[in-house]
Structures are given as structure tokens and as C-alpha cells.
């Protein structure tokens, strides 16, 4: 079974704090993802990798920087949180060739904002 | 714009019966659609997928139909168990060249005993 790692469950900042989101998978897969949850808008894609040297902006990327450290982590920061970046953060990774395009996801991050 | 719609926020079918999630979509570069389920404190974990070349794949008790002209797809499962209980959410690639899955915005299915 494929296992993703996200470092934190719960994370409660301030306005204008540093935000740091780790993300590990143990199958070194090629391709991984942040996306961020909102109520009634479903699942959302903030920025993708499809190995260490790709990195490509997802659909609500403003605000929001990545690195790919290795094959095996992603990590998504917030320079300077902001009160509508409260959210349900997770990673997702996916093994390059799949037929099924099925992504493996993180138990995700409930970011608090105040 | 969204993409992947599921005009559904909720649905509550008794157990036993037959739970239908339904899912559109406007993009008609979509080749490949998956079910994922999500319970609360999880990630959504993969269920059930179809390619755009197939108008059915069955997998126990979840079925998911494609109707590509109309652009609509949904997920049948029956019997429906307590257990089925989740946020579903729908996704689709596009054969635009990447990997990307655009998501629906999910349906929360409450199944009663």
C-alpha cells in the first residue's frame, strides 16, 4: 500500500505567519500534488510535480510557493498566511504510467488562520 | 468555471436500497473519470473509475455509468451499507497532455439504518 505522510494534522497560525506543509511518500512515486479543500468547492489544485526538476502552478496558486526536495517529498509554504487560506491542505502523489490515473492521498492538514 | 459538477450536496438513501451519486462535466477533452470517497479525517481514497471508452465498469457493489454524449456520469451502489456513509467526490483527466484530475465538489451520502 502506498503511504503518504503529511507533517502535521492540525496547524492554527496568525495572520502574516510562515506556513510549512511537509509531504513524504514511501513509493517514490514521479508525480505529486497540494490541492486544498473548501466547503462546496470540492477539491482544488494549488500547485503539481511531475519529478524533482517540474514544478508547474495548479489552478489557485497565488499566495502559495512548493519544492520538491527529493522524489519522495513536496512541500507547500505560505510566506505570509492570510485568513482565507483556512482550509483542509491535502498531498496526493501518483506513479507515472498508471493507467487508472489513480492518486494516493495524505490525511490532510486542517490549517486555521485567525 | 467549474469543470466537474455534482449538483448534489447531500443525499440520504436507506440501507439496503440502491444509492445513486450523479456528476457532469463540460469539458469534452475528459477521457477518464474516477469516484473517490472520503471519510471525515481521511484523505479521499480512489473507488471506481471508467475510460472514456467504456459506457459501464462494475466493481461489487459499485457500478459507474458514462454517458458521454450527454456528459454525465454517475455512481450506482447497491445494496447501499452504513458504512457507505462519506463525501464522494467525482474527478476527471483530460487527454490534454497531463496528469491533472479536476475534482467535483462532492456529495456527502448518508446512508440511514
Not at chain 1, 511537509?22 to 497540494?34: I, K, R, T
Not at chain 1, 502559495?64 to 513536496?74: C, E, I
Request: charged residues 20%; proline residues 4%; aromatic residues 12%.
Amino acid at each position: 500500500d502506498v503511504k503518504v505522510t503529511q507533517s502535521s494534522r492540525y496547524l492554527v497560525k496568525r495572520t502574516g505567519e510562515k506556513v510549512f506543509l511537509e509531504c513524504v511518500q514511501d513509493m517514490d512515486h514521479e508525480n505529486m500534488f497540494w490541492y486544498r479543500q473548501d466547503p462546496g468547492l470540492g477539491l482544488r489544485l494549488i500547485y503539481y510535480s511531475f519529478d524533482v526538476k517540474d514544478i508547474n502552478k495548479g489552478e489557485i496558486s497565488d499566495g502559495y510557493s512548493v519544492s520538491r526536495q527529493a522524489q519522495a517529498k513536496f512541500s507547500l509554504s505560505l510566506e505570509s498566511a492570510i485568513p482565507n487560506q483556512t482550509a483542509l491542505y491535502f498531498c496526493a502523489t501518483r506513479e507515472l504510467g498508471q493507467q487508472t490515473y489513480e492518486q494516493y492521498f495524505g490525511p490532510g492538514t486542517r490549517l486555521t488562520v485567525t | 468555471d467549474q469543470q466537474v459538477k455534482q449538483n448534489s450536496p447531500s443525499l440520504s438513501v436507506q440501507e439496503g436500497r440502491i444509492s445513486i451519486l450523479n456528476c457532469d462535466y463540460t469539458n469534452s477533452m475528459f477521457d477518464y473519470f474516477l469516484w473517490y470517497k472520503k471519510y471525515p479525517a481521511e484523505g479521499p481514497t480512489f473507488l471506481i473509475s471508467i475510460s472514456s471508452i467504456k459506457d459501464k465498469n462494475e466493481d461489487g457493489r459499485f457500478t459507474v455509468f458514462l454517458n458521454k454524449s450527454a456528459k454525465h456520469l454517475s455512481l450506482h451502489i447497491v445494496p447501499s451499507q452504513p458504512g457507505d456513509s462519506a463525501v464522494y467526490f467525482c474527478a476527471a483527466r483530460s487527454n490534454f497532455g497531463n496528469e491533472k484530475l479536476t475534482f467535483g465538489t462532492g456529495t456527502r451520502l448518508t446512508i440511514i439504518p
